[in-house]
């Protein structure tokens, strides 16, 4: 009796770990990332999402520079996380459609949306 339920908690766990890589595989990878602020400023910006064990991390680069990601998290399609420039913290929260998102960021000196497709 203990080895059948060691057996089908085992199973269990692995089966929960593998849905929730493949859950995090709709985010992984590079995007093209185009965000606009409020005023109409485009920029254009590489978005670099890494798994590490189930822990989302990745980087935001562009002209300005080359910044962590940190608080990952992807709920559904819901992906947020925040980006820390010049000590100010932004929050981005996307919405991931198959290989594009679409959403919105928001810090203390602007704000604006993020339109991404991801490469294959």
Avoid: C
């Avoid at 978005?47 to 990952?72: H, M, N, R, W, Y």
Wanted: glycine residues 12%; hydrophobic residues 40%; negative net charge.
């Amino acid at each position: 009796m203990t080895r059948t339920l060691t057996l089908i908690l085992t199973i269990l766990l692995f089966a929960s770990v593998a849905a929730w890589a493949a859950d995090n595989a709709a985010v992984v990878g590079t995007w093209d990332v185009v965000g606009t602020d409020d005023s109409g400023q485009a920029a254009n910006w590489t978005l670099i999402v890494k798994d590490d064990g189930g822990k989302l991390g990745g980087t935001l680069s562009g002209d300005p520079g080359e910044f962590q990601i940190v608080d990952a998290k992807l709920d559904g399609s819901a992906f947020t996380f925040k980006v820390v420039v010049n000590e100010n913290t932004y929050a981005t929260e996307l919405t991931i459609n198959g290989n594009k998102f679409d959403g919105k960021f928001k810090g203390p000196d602007m704000s604006g949306t993020l339109k991404g497709t991801k490469h294959t």
